[in-house]
């Protein structure tokens, strides 16, 4: 589930598929800063026993190590001694106990100013009768930044009975300092900013079931309050939308259906991520407004020799009903596409699509490369070839924890009109 930082951060930390919740500003509190840079990377697949000698050999790694051959710690020392070839990271296999993650990343966004995300997550799987479901997390994190934004969340991902179910949850408090565009392509090139302050908080939960190959589906919950109000400067002013100086409650129901075939979701080198929500805003459950936000997700990610990966990612955004100016599709958001201020472009409808490939180097770096194009509109068939938004960089990947292979990642992007840098830990997608 995707959680988007929404019009906050450029790029925000994350993880990986970021909850990919909701709303974007709200989900910025709760899933987004809680569980995005981490949470959304966790597999779904039970992971397989590893012969005890192969656990020193494993902590040594820096990249790809070989699964054991067997399934028992009684298994034959003369197929140890032979087993001395390298393994893919999403190669199948059972971690035990836990491993942290601390992260305190630095931000330089457009959107909300400079400062710093402190990140601590815990990553431990869930035992059973001797058995484990792939990686839970429960975490916490922050924003501090100097125009005088302020946040915390803490969340949980779960996965229960072998995984057979997955739990998500997160909450979410703050005060955000940043800049409106205005809708659509027109709007965003105009450059005219709205300055806007707003405070709030935010809940979220979902429970997905498996239903068999994969296939996770259930129901999601969402409530939210904010207050929005006008951070007077000089200057021209885009029009100033209907939800200033109003206090706002939003409640939803919604459900996901998702799939998920890759083996490690922090370094993903096959499979592929199916992944679709729908929620349904109503004022008879407690909504001011009355909207339905739909998205869609693909991944799918193939490797190339040892230490390359081809990833691709395709995100798809429909708003129905008549959403605030955050509930629609924003451009920038969870890393879709980097190389542009969250907030700048937004509308009804959005696409974007991207192409990154990614080199294992020693030492516990990385190196990727990516490229992409999307672009907003006021209907599904309103978009136009020369409203296209494309971007392209660069970035740098350094191990974090060998344990799950977890990377700390750094981005260089470039957009049609601009340049920005972000930090998070885990891949953008």
Request: aromatic share 12%; hydrophobic share 35%; proline share 7%.
């Amino acid at each position: 589930m995707g959680s988007r930082v929404g019009i906050l951060l450029t790029n925000p930390p994350r993880h990986s598929k970021a909850l990919r919740e909701l709303i974007p500003l709200y989900t910025s509190l709760a899933a987004g800063f809680c569980l995005s840079f981490v949470c959304s990377t966790i597999g779904q697949d039970s992971q397989s026993p590893r012969q005890h000698a192969r656990e020193e050999l494993l902590n040594q790694s820096t990249a790809y190590q070989e699964p054991a051959t067997s399934t028992s710690d009684k298994s034959n020392p003369a197929e140890k001694s032979q087993d001395t070839g390298t393994k893919k990271p999403d190669e199948k296999e059972e971690h035990q106990g836990g491993a942290f993650v601390v992260a305190p990343l630095p931000i330089v966004s457009p959107a909300i100013g400079s400062g710093i995300v402190p990140v601590l997550a815990y990553i431990f799987p869930l035992q059973i009768k001797g058995k484990s479901s792939p990686p839970s997390v429960i975490a916490a994190t922050g924003l501090i930044t100097n125009n005088g934004s302020r946040a915390f969340g803490f969340g949980a991902d779960l996965y229960l009975k072998q995984a057979r179910y997955e739990l998500k949850a997160g909450y979410g408090r703050g005060n955000l300092d940043y800049d409106l565009y205005g809708p659509g392509f027109i709007n965003g090139n105009l450059g005219l900013k709205l300055p806007l302050v707003q405070t709030g908080e935010v809940f979220f939960i979902k429970l997905l079931r498996n239903v068999g190959w994969s296939i996770y589906v259930g129901p999601r919950f969402f409530a939210g309050d904010s207050f929005i109000t006008l951070n007077p400067r000089n200057g021209n002013l885009p029009p100033i939308p209907p939800d200033v100086g109003f206090s706002t409650n939003l409640r939803s129901l919604g459900f996901e259906v998702s799939r998920d075939s890759r083996k490690n979701r922090f370094y993903p080198v096959q499979g592929s991520v199916l992944d679709f929500t729908a929620d349904f805003f109503a004022n008879t459950i407690g909504s001011k407004y009355s909207f339905q936000p739909y998205r869609f997700t693909f991944n799918k990610y193939a490797a190339i020799g040892a230490k390359q990966v081809l990833a691709y990612n395709l995100y798809l955004c429909g708003t129905g009903g008549k959403p605030p100016f955050y509930g629609n599709c924003i451009y920038g958001t969870d890393n879709e596409l980097r190389g542009y201020t969250a907030g700048r472009y937004l509308d009804r409808y959005m696409v974007a699509t991207q192409l990154e490939y990614r080199l294992t180097l020693p030492w516990r770096f990385g190196l990727v490369g990516f490229v992409g194009v999307g672009g907003v509109a006021p209907g599904a068939d309103s978009f136009r070839s020369r409203q296209l938004l494309p971007a392209g960089g660069t970035g740098i990947r350094f191990l974090l924890n060998k344990k799950y292979h977890v990377n700390l990642r750094t981005d260089f992007a470039w957009g049609k009109d601009n340049f920005t840098w972000s930090m998070g830990v885990g891949e953008a997608f």
